[in-house]
């Protein structure tokens, strides 16, 4: 899915061998993870945990290879290789100089909020702390007042 | 009490005629004047899609208005009118001074900024990123 370049770009400088080890020892041992960091390791394991028990070995295969185009972000992690450099996301917000996200513009909020109405981390769209601060602000009262969906039934 | 600036919208059953959404406005206004209120706009959007469902309906009529204020009894008085009539399946008020006071100072703050720098780039080209500081504080105290 689209959080995985997110969540793997803090380890990508720090944790270039921890790949291999743990991929050695399998989901096992949480000490080699923790002793690698606490940016790394964390999100590696999350990462790991969250696909679970059929992606893991699906992925390793595709790692093998030197990952594949159509791997994307996975590839470059499981071959060893970093090559890949994820672009600096910039606050849409500052870019345009908001000073105000106002909870009438929907459209203006639905690029930040997932289809069933999640609001979507900083880490996925790259908001500053303050404007995503406000923007969960103005999500919630655009909420309140049925232009946004707490969670969609159906 | 200072001046405070409310966003007020509240939603009508699809059904609802007209007129009778009207009359809804009407009534507010007049009660906002009561109270020493002033209904700076109103607008009505419209039937929308209800983004979930609000007692059984998928769509309401949006009404939106703007109101100014310098007592808050106003607010609870057009919420207790809200409430009562029987078109209205929602509504909500919303404070926005405090916020646009701040989009305010923001403003302001970035075109003092802006129109501080093109003085220092043109003096002083190196020591440019120890000016800014040094400079702040002086015309902080």
């Known amino acids: ?154 | 009490m200072e001046e405070r600036l409310y966003d007020l919208i509240f939603i009508c059953r699809p059904a609802t005629p007209e007129e009778e959404i009207s009359k809804i406005v009407a009534t507010l206004e007049h009660s906002a004047a009561e109270h020493g209120g002033k209904v700076e706009k109103t607008e009505k959007w419209g039937t929308r899609r209800l983004a979930y469902r609000v007692s059984k309906h998928r769509e309401g009529f949006f009404v939106y208005m703007v109101l100014r204020s310098a007592q808050s009894d106003i607010i609870k008085e057009l919420e207790r009118r809200l409430k009562v009539s029987d078109a209205v399946i929602k509504y909500q008020t919303v404070r926005l001074d405090e916020d646009l006071k701040r989009q305010q100072k923001l403003v302001h703050h970035r075109e003092r900024r802006a129109s501080r720098r093109p003085r220092k780039t043109g003096a002083a080209p190196a020591p440019q990123q120890q000016v800014p500081p040094a400079a702040e504080q002086t015309a902080a105290s």
């Not at chain 1, 390791?41 to 990952?67: I, V, Y």
């Open chain 1, 1 to 154: 899915m689209s959080d995985e370049p997110i969540k793997a770009s803090p380890e990508t400088p720090a944790a270039t061998p921890a790949p291999s080890a743990p991929r050695a020892e399998g989901g096992s041992s949480g000490g080699a993870h923790r002793s690698e960091g606490h940016s790394g390791g964390g999100g590696g394991q999350r990462r790991e945990g969250f696909s679970g028990g059929g992606g893991g070995g699906q992925r390793r295969e595709g790692g093998g290879p030197g990952g594949p185009g159509g791997g994307g972000p996975g590839g470059p992690r499981r071959g060893g290789k970093r090559q890949y450099f994820r672009k600096k996301k910039v606050c849409r917000f500052c870019v345009e100089r908001v000073d105000f996200i106002d909870y009438k513009k929907v459209e203006m909020l639905q690029p930040f909020v997932q289809d069933r109405g999640k609001i979507l981390p900083r880490r996925m769209t790259g908001t500053c702390s303050r404007h995503q601060r406000w923007l969960g602000e103005a999500i919630k009262r655009a909420r309140n007042i049925a232009l946004l969906p707490f969670a969609t039934e159906l």
